[in-house]
Nanobody, 114 residues
Framework: VQLQASGGGLVQAGGSLRLSCAAS????????VAWHRQAPGKQREMVAG???????KYAESVKGRFTISRDNAKNVVYLQMNNLKPEDTAVYYC?????????WGQGTLVTISS
């Protein structure tokens, strides 16, 4: 099973990025999916998630700026990030789980310059 995250990069504060997480060998629509991030020297935190039943959840720090979405036909999960801030700099990971299973992608680096 692979979760392939992509779309990271270097942008200026106020800019936007869209991260993608493509899955192989699992069907994302039957999993809870989420994006997490880990900044240097900090613990990993959940940024945004969609439950199997379609409930959305966002960290307070990204509400109104980040949007998670899922394209079931393409088996891809996206994270649209707008109005990016330097404190959003981190490695972003996609994750998918269902009972008894937990999958993580390799991470994609997002760097926001001030």
């Amino acid at each position: 099973v692979q979760l392939q995250a992509s779309g990271g990069g270097l942008v200026q504060a106020g800019g936007s990025l869209r991260l993608s997480c493509a899955a192989s060998e699992i069907i994302l629509r039957i999993h809870n999916v989420a994006w997490h991030r880990q900044a240097p020297g900090k613990q990993r935190e959940m940024v945004a998630g969609i439950s199997f039943g379609g409930t959305y959840k966002y960290a307070e720090s990204v509400k109104g700026r980040f949007t998670i979405s899922r394209d079931n036909a393409k088996n891809v999960v996206y994270l649209q990030m707008n109005n990016l801030k330097p404190e959003d700099t981190a490695v972003y990971y996609c994750q998918a789980d269902r009972i008894g299973y937990d999958y993580w992608g390799q991470g994609t680096l997002v760097t926001i310059s001030s």
